[in-house]
């Protein structure tokens, strides 16, 4: 149960694992994102382009 608008209602829930499976999903996923390899065009291009992929 939980308050949705003011009123107890049925919230569905789903199960993602313990914190370990998450985490190491979430690892595996980091992983994933990190290019092979990358071109330098401009001195801090690079860092901005991951920055905004970061938050």
């Known amino acids: 149960m ?3 608008d003011g009123k ?3 919230v ?3 199960y993602v694992g313990t914190a370990a ?3 190491a999903l979430l690892d595996g996923r980091e992983e ?5 390899r990358t071109r330098h065009l401009d ?3 690079v860092a901005a382009f991951w920055g ?3 938050i």
Do not use: N, T, Y
Not at 32 to 36: D, F, H, L, S
């Open 43 to 45: 001195f801090g291009a």
């Open 32 to 36: 994933a994102m990190v290019p092979e």
């Open 21 to 23: 499976d998450v985490e």
């Open 8 to 10: 107890s209602k049925m």
């Open 52 to 54: 905004c992929w970061m």
């Open 2 to 4: 939980g308050w949705v």
């Open 12 to 14: 569905p829930e789903r």
